[in-house]
């Protein structure tokens, strides 16, 4: 065989095999390429002869670094027979990595050729280069995650855990690896911990999630939501354990506030005296307190889906309570109702203030919040109070009674004594056979007048007496005046001299309740002035209209004032100054009681210096405040 022919079948061998062949000059001149090497660089072999290999397929960086490889191979100096590995550039400027095992060839014994077999390794190294980074990453991940991730082996033991589920639980690398997962298990959840532990390893279960308590180096607790799986190898054997653990201590502790202060508003809604409860649109509880429990006599849970018809026998009571939920509900605004509910137990009826306001919960369905103060004893209290003032009131009509008994005497006598002596000169001058026409006329008129005058008085004393049902317009100066009437003869019989100042103004309310009031305040200015055995005894009267467009009627004496030390006390029921035959003390706290509660006015008193006809006085001076309110404007 001719060395031509060993050539041409060795060019033949090196096309077929699958690997990079080149033959160069120690120049890197290119000699041969087998076809691999030829498509790899995308130059057909006529092209490619003659091509420096160096200055055309090696990126610049390189080009200096294997010229010297080149002239040290020339040289002998270096081996050649170790795998180096390089990048490449093909004509089209894509970058290969190939790995190389060079060789010689000698002539002479001189280095003429050089003999490059090369792998392309492009796509392992972009593998391997994959590899590394997802290494990294998951490292990456591993190392500086926020989650706790612990990796242990089939028995439970610790081998590997990263920084954060160290920092949970204060320990370094080397103080947990080799410890059990069950060391750092708080002990309340061991048990059903090795339960799920077990049924992983056995395969029965894939993976598992569990909320767990640790213990920290330092013995301190901390919560856990732990997702535990394996990881397995190509025949399905478990190599490791991997959990991964989220700290959720703070939310726990969050849970905890919530649920002691969810706990706290239960305590104070159930030991509060109120009625709290809330209700659907059916009427149905929702939440309900004790304070609602014990009135229907049963518990809080029992309460909780049923309706006020399964626990009060009164239909009308329970048909109120729903169409009044329903009307509230409808309107959407915070309402105050008065209600009665019967107690289941006792059977009596109470009263309440309710508070209703409505709500949605957080499905967006209607409820009402309903708070309910049992005001029955207020109410029971109230009516006292009432019955009470009624007596008082009855007290004071009868007392004023007796008044004005004495006042009729008062005013009767001189009418009386007209009328008997005209009936007695009457029969004297008949039986003396003197009475004239004339005379007969004159005592006749003189007994007619009388009569009218007894009988007006009758009609004065007896409209004082009617009880007032109605408010009417009135007059307060015609008011004052049939006050005066009534006690003028005390007056006169005692010397006592009125000065006024009067004007007229309309007022609406109830007439005869004002004249009570003027004939106490003038009754006891006359008993003062009496007691002070004085000379000059005087009571002015002032009624004008203030700048408040108020009705001002003062009430002045001169009789020294009252004493400081009780001048606060005069308004008090049954408080009194004088002696237990001559008062009750209930005069000026009815004269209070009609001012402001039924006139919606005031009174005051003070004691005042003053001057009058040169001369200086003292007294109490009362003063009496009515709003002026037209018919229409009645509330």
Not at 362 to 369: E, H, S, T, V
Not at 595 to 623: C, D, P, S, W
């Amino acid at each position: 065989m001719t060395n031509q022919v060993l050539k041409e079948d060795i060019y033949k061998y090196l096309n077929i095999a699958k690997g990079i062949y080149v033959v160069l000059e120690v120049d890197s001149t290119i000699l041969f390429a087998n076809d691999y090497a030829c498509n790899l660089l995308g130059v057909p072999l006529e092209k490619l002869v003659g091509m420096k290999w160096i200055e055309h397929f090696l990126p610049e960086e390189l080009k200096t670094y294997i010229s010297n490889v080149f002239i040290e191979i020339s040289k002998k100096n270096m081996q050649i027979n170790e795998y180096v590995e390089n990048e490449i550039i093909t004509l089209n400027g894509e970058k290969k990595f190939i790995s190389w095992r060079n060789s010689y060839i000698e002539e002479n014994k001189k280095v003429s050729k050089i003999v490059c077999f090369g792998e392309d390794i492009t796509e392992k190294r972009e593998i391997q280069k994959y590899i590394e980074e997802k290494e990294e990453r998951l490292k990456a991940i591993f190392d500086f995650s926020p989650l706790g991730i612990l990796i242990s082996d089939k028995t439970g033991k610790m081998i590997e855990a990263n920084l954060s589920f160290l920092n949970m639980l204060g320990y370094c690398q080397d103080e947990i690896i080799g410890k059990s997962y069950l060391d750092i298990t708080h002990k309340d959840i061991i048990s059903l911990n090795e339960e799920y532990f077990n049924k992983l390893i056995d395969n029965e279960i894939g993976m598992y999630k569990i909320t767990k308590k640790y213990i920290t180096k330092n013995n301190e607790l901390i919560w856990g939501n732990v997702t535990v799986s394996t990881i397995k190898d190509d025949y399905n054997e478990i190599l490791y354990v991997l959990a991964i653990i989220e700290d959720i201590t703070e939310m726990k502790k969050r849970e905890e506030d919530i649920i002691a202060q969810r706990k706290f508003l239960h305590t104070i809604i159930d030991e509060n005296p109120n009625i709290i409860m809330v209700k659907d649109y059916d009427g149905k509880f929702v939440l309900a307190n004790q304070a609602i429990a014990k009135l229907y006599n049963t518990t809080t849970e029992n309460l909780i889906g049923k309706t006020d018809e399964d626990f009060n026998p009164n239909k009308e009571q329970v048909e109120h309570y729903l169409s009044n939920v329903r009307e509230i509900m409808h309107s959407d605004e915070t309402k105050v109702v008065y209600e009665e509910s019967t107690d289941s137990l006792t059977g009596k009826v109470k009263y309440y203030q309710s508070i209703k306001k409505p709500i949605v919960d957080k499905y967006g369905n209607k409820q009402i919040l309903i708070i309910a103060n049992d005001i029955t004893e207020i109410k029971e209290t109230q009516k006292k109070l009432k019955d009470n003032e009624e007596m008082i009131h009855h007290q004071s009509k009868m007392a004023a009674m007796g008044e004005m008994l004495e006042n009729i005497a008062h005013q009767w006598r001189q009418p009386l004594s007209v009328i008997t002596t005209s009936a007695s000169s009457v029969k004297i001058h008949k039986e003396m056979e003197t009475l004239t026409d004339e005379f007969l006329d004159e005592v006749l008129d003189a007994i007619v007048k009388s009569g009218n005058h007894l009988s007006q008085t009758i009609d004065d004393f007896r409209d004082f007496f009617k009880p007032d049902k109605e408010k009417v317009e009135f007059n307060i100066a015609i008011t004052y005046k049939k006050a005066l009437f009534l006690v003028s003869s005390k007056l006169k019989n005692r010397e006592i001299k009125i000065i006024e100042n009067i004007k007229d103004i309309k007022l609406y309310g109830f007439d005869n309740e004002l004249i009570q009031v003027i004939m106490n305040l003038i009754n006891n200015a006359r008993d003062a002035l009496e007691e002070k055995k004085i000379e000059y005894k005087l009571i002015f009267i002032d009624i004008y209209k203030d700048e408040e467009n108020n009705a001002v009627l003062k009430i002045l004496d001169n009789a020294g004032g009252i004493p400081v030390n009780i001048i606060g006390k005069i308004f008090d029921p049954y408080f009194t100054t004088k002696h237990k035959s001559l008062g009750t003390g209930i005069g000026l706290y009815m004269c209070e009681e009609i001012l402001v509660k039924h006139m919606n006015g005031q009174i005051r008193v003070k004691n005042k210096e003053y001057e009058y006809k040169n001369k200086q006085y003292k007294g109490a001076e009362f003063t009496l405040k009515i709003p002026i309110l037209e018919k229409q404007e009645e509330i």
